[in-house]
């Protein structure tokens, strides 16, 4: 990552809005605990996993991609495509989600059974159109495929990106999340000047 | 992935240098539990001069390790525990097969249930000592006073408010009990929420006032104050300035050079010899070898799903039923507290996502009229605990499609979004209870965890009142947007209380007025387990004020040799 972007300013600010408020027999006390935990949460950030496969094969990939690209669609602004759901997922079932890759396994393929069955024309999910793609997805809603599918696509968007997932912070800006470590206030609009 | 690459930290020591005792010492003091009871305990018991070994089921996290990844915190568990080792099922009434279902949700390193907590600190108010007196009978429920006053428990309020570091701002609730001294650092600021909730509230006639939290708004004792993070709600907080019992009296315990915190390890019985004497507690160690650390006295310290658990874990020929529980009352009685959420969207930026949680509290329904036709009570507070994780995938309105564009275009309205939460009080019904499950097993091999839980109908009124008390609230606002669901009966418990109340008779209590069980002379119960009533949520406040009064006491008790 660039050591002249955010990660510098943030690790800055996060050490002076932490000392801001303390004396310096604190600052001197608790100085190599403050650094620890700014240099742990730099270090996290350096950490974000290469947008490669490890656990899926490519045509599983675009299967579940496409999948989450009309969960999370990129319409005018980032969705689940330039967020790196996929690697998210693949990242998942190579770690905390390993004991759901059988579970992937096992359901995959009624996606493109269910795309046939509605549209004998078109022989794979990942190739029906978008409007083919919400009316298979509507039709397995509840359905083990989907329900797995639908809760790594949002954690995908929104998770940390070390994690794989919200690739530049895609989904936090998407929601106006700011993942700064340390604020100040005013914090919203309506504490403005209103400190009671 | 950093997580990953990092050593397991299940038999991670102490950070900082500490005495360690061999199990086969005999210790004066053995504490099951560095969560707020047993941190609090700790800390007074090795500073009275006594040598106290703490067993703690978890690792010890240094503050650099807590994480804002909410998967390594709620989905891989960091600090809490982890139904894949101790499993366990649920059931509604003890008419139903127990179902696997893993309802118990504690706080399992180094500091509890303290580390990841919300910090809401208000205290008790006096009728929540002496309602059953006040209010009559319940039918069908245990409903009955502390053998406690708030006038007694007065002075150790201020005691946890003064040692823990609890920040607010006294006499700015009407509702509020007397208290002795201010609050030792002022209220946190305020939030966009805590505005909106103040000016709607006022309108309304109600009494909003500044979260007491145990969260320092400014450096105290040696701690720094809050950065506003943002992440206080189910995660560590990395500056210690949240007043837990890993950064408040779990190093001066320390310091003492008398107590031993020893992690990764997992009591699972407490032995007793043939006088009915408790003679020490036998774990398992990091390497799930059996030891037994030898203790002239023992506390129980482990919440109040882990307490009772333990109890009946440790049957013998003389306690046939479960360690003391002549009465047959371990375990029962189980109060959760009564918890809803009502959202609400305003047209401009809260970014409710920073600083704590709570920041304006209301305790106008403390105690509700009886002609309403039911018991209860409780507070309402604005807050928001929502990550986006959680917000995208657990907040969404009911008529909101959960996927495609307008699902998109509703995540937008995260910065703009808070809460009004309900807590409530829940009555105590016997059936109620933790008990241990006849078929499976922990990775240990102990019988699992059973929790059978059905709110009392009243219960489920008084949060369905609250839930439209703050619907109310958030129409005075003139939020652009309110919803909530429906009120449901809970299967999930944060809060565990009453498994083994106190109480003067020992034919329907557990442990006395000062925490000593009736049936075993060196054997103390302090944590959520000895509540008698649940409050109106914010247990851990109360928890903490019984911790340094049972301290007081037994210290007293056993430098007259009476332990």
Not at chain 2, 108 to 128: K, M, P, Q
Not at chain 2, 142 to 154: C, I, K, L, N, S
Request: charged share 20%; hydrophobic share 40%.
């Amino acid at each position: 990552m660039n050591p002249t972007s955010g990660n510098d300013l943030d690790r800055r600010r996060f050490l002076l809005t932490a000392l801001g408020g303390a004396g310096g027999a604190w600052a001197s006390v608790h100085w190599p605990a403050i650094l620890e935990a700014a240099q742990h949460a730099a270090h996290m950030r350096e950490a974000v996993p290469p947008a490669k496969l490890e656990v899926l094969s490519a045509e599983q990939a675009a299967e579940i991609e496409a999948a989450a690209c009309r969960i999370i669609p990129s319409d005018g602004s980032p969705g689940a495509r330039e967020a790196g759901v996929i690697y998210f997922i693949d990242r998942a079932l190579a770690t905390f989600a390993a004991d759901q890759r059988e579970a992937y396994a096992q359901s995959l393929p009624l996606l493109q059974s269910k795309t046939r069955e509605m549209f004998p024309s078109v022989s794979k999910f990942s190739q029906a159109s978008p409007d083919q793609q919400d009316a298979v997805l509507k039709a397995l809603e509840g359905q083990p495929i989907f329900e797995l599918i639908y809760a790594h696509t949002v954690m995908g968007f929104l998770c940390v990106p070390e994690r794989g997932g919200n690739r530049g912070k895609v989904g936090w800006k998407q929601i106006g999340f700011d993942d700064s470590p340390a604020f100040a206030p005013p914090f919203g609009y309506y504490d403005r000047g209103d400190r009671t | 992935m950093v997580a990953q690459n990092r050593p397991r930290s299940s038999a991670r020591q102490a950070m900082n240098p500490q005495v360690t005792y061999k199990p086969s010492e005999e210790v004066d003091f053995v504490i099951v539990g560095s969560g707020a009871a047993g941190g609090v305990l700790a800390k007074e018991l090795s500073t009275a001069g006594f040598k106290v070994v703490v067993l703690e089921q978890g690792p010890w996290i240094p503050p650099g390790e807590f994480s804002h990844d909410e998967i390594r915190v709620f989905l891989e568990r960091q600090l809490t525990n982890d139904s894949r080792q101790q499993p366990q099922t649920f059931r509604k009434t003890p008419q139903d097969k127990a179902e696997m279902h893993n309802g118990v949700i504690y706080g399992r390193l180094v500091g509890g249930g303290s580390v990841h907590f919300t910090a809401n600190y208000w205290r008790f108010h006096e009728i929540d000592f002496v309602e059953r007196s006040r209010r009559g009978e319940i039918p069908g429920t245990g409903f009955a006073d502390w053998p406690v006053t708030y006038a007694e428990m007065e002075p150790y309020y201020t005691k946890v408010e003064w040692e823990v570091g609890v920040s607010g701002l006294a006499a700015s609730s009407p509702f509020d009990p007397p208290r002795s001294q201010p609050y030792p650092v002022p209220p946190m600021p305020v939030k966009s929420s805590g505005v909106i909730f103040e000016r709607a509230a006022r309108k309304l006639g109600w009494h909003p006032f500044p979260a007491p939290l145990a969260i320092l708004s400014q450096s105290y004792r040696g701690r720094a104050g809050c950065v506003h993070c943002g992440r206080c709600e189910g995660f560590g907080c990395e500056v210690g300035a949240k007043s837990s019992s890993l950064a408040s009296v779990i190093p001066v315990a320390q310091q003492t050079g008398r107590c031993e915190i020893r992690t990764a390890s997992y009591a699972y019985r407490v032995e007793t010899n043939a006088q009915g004497r408790a003679t020490g507690v036998a774990y398992f160690d990091a390497r799930r070898q059996a030891q037994f650390q030898k203790a002239r006295a023992v506390i129980l310290s482990a919440n109040g799903a882990e307490t009772p658990r333990l109890l009946l874990l440790s049957s013998s020929p003389y306690f046939p039923q479960g360690l003391a529980n002549s009465s047959g009352l371990v375990g029962k009685h189980l109060m959760i507290n009564g918890y809803h959420e009502v959202y609400a969207t305003f047209d401009e930026p809260l970014n409710e996502y920073k600083s704590v949680a709570v920041s304006r509290v209301l305790h106008d329904f403390y105690e509700l009229d009886p002609k309403l036709g039911f018991y209860g009570g409780g507070g309402l507070d604005a807050r928001f605990g929502m990550t986006p994780l959680r917000f995208g995938l657990g907040a969404l309105p009911t008529d909101v499609p959960r996927w495609g564009k307008a699902y998109k275009d509703w995540l937008e309205s995260y910065s703009r979004t808070m809460i009004v939460a309900c807590h409530a009080a829940s009555l105590p019904v016997e059936a109620n209870s933790i008990s241990l499950d006849s078929e499976l097993k922990d990775a240990w091999g102990l019988p699992a965890m059973r929790m059978t839980y059905r709110d009392h109908p009243d219960d489920l009124k008084t949060v369905s009142y609250l839930s439209d008390r703050a619907l109310e609230l958030m129409n005075a606002a003139k939020a652009r947007k309110v919803w909530t669901w429906p009120v449901h009966d809970q299967s999930f418990a944060v809060h565990l209380l009453g498994t083994c109340r106190m109480g003067n008779d020992p034919k329907t209590s557990i442990v006395d007025a000062h925490h000593r069980t009736h049936d075993v002379p060196n054997l103390f119960l302090c944590d959520g387990s000895s509540f008698v009533t649940s409050g109106r949520g914010q247990p851990t406040m109360t928890i903490q004020a019984l911790a340094f009064r049972a301290a007081e006491e037994i210290t007293a008790t056993a430098r007259r040799g009476g332990v």
